[in-house]
Structures are given as structure tokens and as C-alpha cells.
């Protein structure tokens, strides 16, 4: 099946600094999602990308779906302290028929230090 | 504001307890889903459903059921709990087509305790 690896497993840094973490799949892609999820929490949609290439922001975050379709990068500036959590990456191949199901990446657990 | 529903949040029970976890959408979304979730890990998806009267395997194996009789409802039963089932339960809608169909909205969770 189709795998998602995520990376870093987990970052601590200093509020204020930028934020960059990445996605690769075994198999193309044909949708990347990011997912927040807080402690205790159910995963929040960050972003969506449908097309390769799609360069999307929200607010401070900023998504890229991968010109190979294999792979999406997010960033996060100047971090503050509530960006602490869990990030998910998430996609959905080309072969997914009606099911729309998505695989999920490891997750990059952040940690943001006064 | 959250428009699925979990409940319960939190559940400690005994072993061989039956227990239905309830779920609930109010965004007319055809699919549904059931991820199960280790604190910090990654989401393992063990049912989903097209609609009403649809109900499939996800990609990880799972004692537990589930049934979809109305749109909004799709609850998750474990007729006799286990320590081995304790984890964090989550469930998820989406629409059925168009870019809808890919995006996730996800319940806060049901955590639960086997001891």
C-alpha cells in the first residue's frame, strides 16, 4: 500500500523562528492535505493541495504539493507558542475509486520555546 | 465550532464490558470513518462508510463494528473490550464527491481505557 513518510519526527524551537516540514510518498499523489492536531484532540484541516505545483497559504502557513507529485513541504513562520502540536500530512492517490481514503503520514510533533 | 460529535470523550471501563462509541455529523456528509490513534502516532483507519447501509473494512484490522442506519450517525461498538483495545478512537466525515470528497472533518475524539 501507499506510504507516507514525514519528517522531522519532532522539532523544538524558539518562538519566533520558521518552520519547514516535509512529506514523501512511495506513490503519486493526487491531493496533499495538512492536519493540525492539538493534545487530546481530533486533527484540524491546516491546508489543501490539488493540483502539483499548487503553492497555498494560510496565514503564516504555507503548503506545496510537489512538481513529482511524490512529496509536500509545510512552513510556518515566526512561530508562536499555540503552534504547538502535532502535524499531519495526508494524501490520496489516483487509484482510490470511490473510496476517497487517505493515508496518513507519522506526524512531526512541534515544540515552540519561549 | 465542531460540527461531528463524539461521545463519549473519555471512558474507563472494565474487560469484557460491551461498549458503543457514538458519532454524529451535522453536515449531511455521506462518508464517515473510524480512525484509531496511539497518543502521538499516526491514524489507522478501521471503517468506513459510503452511506446509509454501507459499512467497510478499513486498512487495519479491528474487533470492533459498526452501522450506519441514518446519515448522521455512525457509531462504533466493542462487544467485549480488551486492554489491547485501549487508544484514542477518532471519527471523520467527508462529502461523497468533487474536492469535498478528500478533506477530512474530524470528531474530537473518544479516548478509551480498558483496564
Not at chain 2, 69 to 83: G, Q
Request: net charge negative; glycine share 10%.
Amino acid at each position: 500500500g501507499q506510504q507516507l513518510n514525514q519528517s522531522p519526527q519532532s522539532m523544538f524551537i524558539q518562538e519566533g523562528e520558521d518552520v519547514s516540514m516535509n512529506c514523501t510518498s512511495s506513490s503519486i499523489f493526487n491531493t496533499w492535505l495538512w492536519y493540525k492536531q492539538d493534545p487530546g484532540e481530533g486533527p484540524v484541516l491546516l491546508i489543501a493541495l490539488y493540483k502539483a505545483g499548487e503553492l497555498t497559504s494560510n496565514g503564516r502557513l504555507t503548503a506545496q504539493f510537489g512538481i513529482t507529485r511524490k512529496d509536500s513541504f509545510l512552513n510556518i513562520s515566526a512561530s508562536i507558542p499555540s503552534d504547538v502540536g502535532i502535524y499531519f500530512c495526508a494524501g490520496r492517490g489516483p487509484l482510490g475509486g470511490t473510496a476517497s481514503k487517505l493515508t496518513f503520514g507519522t506526524g512531526t510533533r512541534l515544540q515552540v520555546t519561549l | 465550532e465542531a460540527d461531528i460529535y463524539q461521545t463519549p470523550r473519555y471512558l474507563v471501563i472494565g474487560t469484557g464490558k460491551k461498549i458503543t462509541l457514538e458519532c454524529s455529523q451535522t453536515m449531511g456528509h455521506d462518508k464517515m470513518y473510524w480512525y484509531q490513534q496511539d497518543p502521538g502516532m499516526e491514524l489507522h483507519l478501521i471503517h468506513y462508510s459510503y452511506g446509509v447501509n454501507s459499512t467497510e473494512k478499513g486498512d487495519l484490522s479491528s474487533e470492533s463494528t459498526v452501522s450506519r442506519i441514518r446519515t448522521e450517525h455512525f457509531p462504533l461498538t466493542l462487544e467485549s473490550a480488551r486492554p489491547s483495545h485501549t487508544s484514542q478512537y477518532l471519527c471523520a466525515s467527508s462529502e461523497y464527491s468533487g474536492s469535498g470528497a478528500n478533506v477530512l472533518t474530524f470528531g474530537a475524539g473518544s479516548r478509551l481505557t480498558v483496564l
